[in-house]
DNA sequence: GAATTTCTGATTTACGTACATCAAAAATAG
DNA sequence: CTATTTTTGATGTACGTAAATCAGAAATTC
């Protein structure tokens, strides 16, 4: 059997009240006193029970999420992963609120920030804009003592406890060499669809692509990124247009949303090509495109794991535990034809 | 504020002593009653709090894990990965056992099987060998209402609750797809070096990967199998061989572990020649050869991760809850030098 | 050394569930 | 209708912790 508070008590000779003072640090214990019963928890071990601690504290994690209000697949599948995991709430003492916040725009993010500030919930994870006045206001949070945890998108140089996403350096450079071995050393050019390069993740993305496809595939050419808004009629549009112009284009990299443009255009326009192609998110679109061979490859990060990963370290964080780093650490998923889930 | 056991008993206007008997399923309860007990808990939505119920019967799941004696980097690994979650089993109101068995001897864990079918355990989890009489000792412990999951390796046919392993057709066709590409139409032979085609994982890799080389690749020949039995040595000395004999080698499909020797011999005689290599498990030496070029892509699967979902649906499947299916679904990891963990 | 302040101990209630006991009520058998 | 069995209610204790109260002890101040 695990060690007790009585145990505790025992061992450094005080009263369970002392022992209660000192655990949950209220005052009224004097140094030497709280020194001995300390001494006394590491000597016999003790690990506080939280499933006991909750359950006399009537305990409930009040969490919020910011998430961006976004019309994407992606965007779409994070809520409802939100929503997924709202469900499941009462069953983990937690209660989470979801907050729309208008997508890409900081003011409207500090502004939220700022008034949960006031409400103190037990903690807060976001999908972060990657602005000054953004990491300003997470750090508030932060030093207030509230657990903030960063998602899908990372906030450069926060104090946020934590970033549940994918690194997009490394997911550019991945989509970087695939590209250039699945070419298998042809010469020509590659077009980059992104979704704007105001955002974080898009532009690492792209930064990393764009680096090793010049330290390793030189005898490929990146034309200048086609900035779709994640919008599939504007992605169309360009694709269309860059496919009808350049007949060099012998590969894409779609690093954003807005994939069913593309899709669309890759099949209207490259039917007789041999295009190679690597886009980012599994979807429906996408799937199908994958499995009827317009995309070689999809890139992906699994937006459930990613919300149940915040949700566990916002919780370990609220009650002073550790997490499993190996277990947080959020994957970049390669799907081929052939190991779709 | 979630029901309880008090707004049950209010509900259906019986006492607490009944609600009891109904949700604990103990004897002296009318049709009648039970009935209106339980329709008052559907109604109310009433579930029940797993933590207070653990607290009240002081309960601590035993559990058995059953590894294999085998000493390659995988199973070391799966066993460094076990002792972790013991080391954790405290906090988490588990009490994990480990019982080493003989690798790839039915015999030995048949036996263990049933020795634990008379123990009773909350629950068992083993690495499957996979022959009828292991089967029929498994859906033994299952039928006596014992949780049974299999980790890494499954067993056809049998009641076991859940796999927590990856789909090894698929891998086999991912690693086809890979080579496949990589080599980008060049005609020549691929060597591929298993560990047995006595156990079944190797058995379903191979056979994914033969069918859609043969399906989509039709310009690549597969040699015949090479079986290093998982032994650094053995299998170094087949690969050099075969390297030597054979020069019209430009692929290299790794199925099983011993992936040492394969390294050693490929960099002493294959430096010149380009070589495509996709291999399986990430260790310490095919992760230095992934980064040196030696290896063109790992295959994964993710040992701390099917042991923490063995132990998520044992647990599950103790208290009669459920799990969350895309969380338990062990993916096929797919490293290149850049996305690397 | 008395008055005051600061610590500490003892005790109680609560959280939601499990489980046991004993008495009372209801159903069934004879 | 009585005797018996079955079903139900009332109540208490326990799990490990939190939190509160109040009295008493120890330390500090003057």
Request: proline share 4%; glycine share 8%; net charge neutral.
């Amino acid at each position: 059997m695990r060690p007790t508070v009585h145990d505790i008590a025992a061992a450094a000779g005080v009263s369970l009240a002392t022992v209660d003072r000192v655990l949950n640090q209220r005052p009224g214990v004097r140094k030497v006193t709280r020194e001995k019963v300390e001494s006394a928890i590491r000597e016999i071990g003790y690990v506080r029970d939280v499933a006991a601690a909750n359950l006399a504290k009537g305990r409930t994690y009040p969490f919020v999420f910011l998430v961006p209000a976004s019309d994407n697949s992606f965007m779409h599948g994070l809520n409802a992963e939100v929503r997924a995991a709202v469900a499941r709430s009462p069953v983990e003492r937690t209660d989470i609120r979801t907050i729309e916040v208008p997508a890409f725009d900081p003011a409207a993010l500090v502004s939220e920030l700022e008034r949960l500030r006031g409400e103190r919930p037990a903690g807060v994870a976001l999908v972060a804009t990657d602005a000054p006045d953004v990491r300003e206001a997470v750090d508030r949070l932060v030093q207030d003592g509230i657990p903030v945890v960063t998602v899908v998108s990372d906030l450069t140089g926060s104090l946020r406890h934590h970033y549940a996403g994918v690194d997009n350096i490394a997911a550019g450079r991945t989509a970087a060499r695939l590209l250039g071995r699945f070419l298998g050393g042809a010469k020509g050019e590659i077009a980059v669809l992104a979704g704007s390069m105001l955002v974080r993740d898009h532009r690492e993305r792209l930064e990393g692509f764009a680096a090793l496809i010049s330290a390793e595939f030189p005898s490929l050419a990146i034309l200048p990124v086609i900035e779709g808004r994640d919008d599939p009629e504007l992605a169309h549009m360009l694709v269309s247009d860059a496919l009808s112009k350049k007949d060099g284009i012998i590969g894409i990299y779609s690093l954003g949303a807005g994939n069913r443009g593309l899709i669309r255009a890759l099949k209207e326009k490259a039917a007789d090509r041999a295009l190679t192609v690597v886009a980012h998110e599994l979807t429906a679109h996408t799937r199908a495109a994958l499995l009827d061979g317009t995309i070689d490859a999809i890139l992906n990060q699994d937006a459930g794991h990613e919300v149940r990963s915040a949700i566990r370290v916002l919780k370990a964080k609220a009650d002073g535990l550790s997490v499993i780093d190996a277990q947080e650490r959020i994957r970049l998923d390669i799907f081929l034809k052939d190991n779709l889930p």
